[in-house]
């Protein structure tokens, strides 16, 4: 159990169409790698506009502010960063806090 | 693991702010009892924006269609329906598909 709040962003992306398989292969990846290997990485959740699907919005929760700030100097996150610099046409970041938060556990693991 | 694309359909509300206190608590009580207790209700995360906390987002992931349609049939949610219905000023439901979606067991639980 979390016994502070975790901190929460919320991203908002415009993909360029044209590379968009190749995106979310590339945000799959950095995706994975995160959860898994980094203890402050809690969940990530990519999900795209079924009617738009360029438009993808990204939930990112890190248990605090170090887990965050460590993740953007990970080998996986740095590659990610700059193979996907030229397929994002837009991103907004929105810092959120936590309102309630409760997965199952294993649940969440797509694809 | 879950074998087929689970359902994914993204919650954006405002919430009267002389309310918001009453709704957090509600709607609380509502994701933790639907995740404890419905098998198809893989993970449901409430976050509001820090900037303007009336604005609610919940990401809400469902095994399926079948179990999206037993949830809104339960106890619970109807609860929260009828207790919340004067204090949502607007509710836009946008329908998802998912890209990536990983979480550490037992991580997403709060408060």
Redesign the interface.
Known sequence: ??QT??L?R?AELEIDPAQLDAY?TL??EE??A???SEPG???????????D?AR??I?E?YADQAAYEAHLRTPHFRKYKALTAEMVRSLRL??????????????????
């Open positions: 159990m979390v709040a975790p929460v919320m979310r945000l799959a995706i994975e995160s959860v898994a990485v809690l969940a990530l959740s990519a999900v795209a506009a079924k009617d699907p993808l919005t939930l929760i929105v810092e959120m806090t936590p309102v309630a938060l409760r997965a199952k556990s294993g649940a969440l693991d797509w694809p």
